[in-house]
T-cell receptor, first 116, second 111 residues
Framework: SAVISQKPSRDICQRGTSLTIQCQVDSQVTMMFWYRQQPGQSLTLIATANQGSEATYESGFVIDKFPISRPNLTFSTLTVSNMSPEDSSIYLC?????????????FGPGTRLTVT | DAKTTQPTSMDCAEGRAANLPCNHSTISGNEYVYWYRQIHSQGPQYIIHGLKNNETNEMASLIITEDRKSSTLILPHATLRDTAVYYCIVPSNFGNEKLTFGTGTRLTIIP
């Protein structure tokens, strides 16, 4: 298993500013992901955070808006840049547990972002 | 990812078995069926997964039909803490760990 913490747990930000969200895992993991959950909606994958290289973004998400870093196997950051009210969401990181042939993912508690 | 179809919502009496159906008629032969749930204000939680055979763990049982076009998640003795949104997911491509969350089933356990 993996225990994931995220900072901050919530924040209220003004439009036009940027917020960096941190994700810390208690063990080394191969794969880390960032998801967004807009109010009342399901989760949408933003990108795969790759250790030592650029993140892999899903359709509709770009690096300039959501830059991601992953300096090692236990830590990643997601920045929400030039925020607008439409960016108000819960942002979650997840990791894939070790083991063969499994997609079991562990999710962090999420960061609730409100943009005013 | 193979498309999945789930009822929008369900109710279940506390102490009874909760049976959550999922249709995945376009599933391929080597694709697994995964179930996650999301309790309010928390991140999703893995429940169980299976390929062909029925599976059981400490949380739930997963029944997959012989043709693999549908499955049922069973919570044998539902408690109030099982109130959550339940997601049935069929990830595409073996080794692809990306998850596509649909709308899920909102399960409410009634006291």
């Amino acid at each position: 298993s993996a225990v994931i913490s995220q900072k901050p747990s919530r924040d209220i930000c003004q439009r036009g500013t940027s917020l960096t969200i941190q994700c810390q895992v208690d063990s080394q993991v191969t794969m880390m992901f960032w998801y967004r959950q807009q109010p009342g909606q399901s989760l949408t994958l933003i990108a795969t955070a790759n250790q030592g290289s650029e993140a892999t973004y899903e359709s509709g998400f770009v690096i300039d808006k959501f830059p991601i870093s992953r300096p090692n196997l236990t830590f990643s950051t997601l920045t929400v840049s030039n925020m607008s009210p439409e960016d108000s969401s819960i942002y979650l990181c997840s990791v894939v547990a070790s083991g063969p042939a499994t997609y079991e993912q562990y999710f962090g508690p999420g960061t609730r972002l409100t943009v005013t | 990812d193979a498309k999945t179809t789930q009822p929008t919502s369900m109710d279940c009496a506390e102490g009874r078995a909760a049976n959550l159906p999922c249709n995945h008629s376009t599933i391929s032969g080597n694709e697994y069926v995964y179930w996650y749930r999301q309790i309010h204000s928390q991140g999703p939680q893995y429940i169980i997964h299976g390929l062909k055979n029925n599976e059981t763990n400490e949380m739930a049982s997963l029944i997959i039909t012989e043709d693999r076009k549908s499955s049922t998640l069973i919570l044998p003795h539902a408690t109030l803490r099982d109130t959550a949104v339940y997601y049935c997911i069929v990830p595409s491509n073996f080794g692809n760990e990306k998850l596509t969350f649909g709308t899920g089933t909102r399960l409410t356990i009634i006291p």
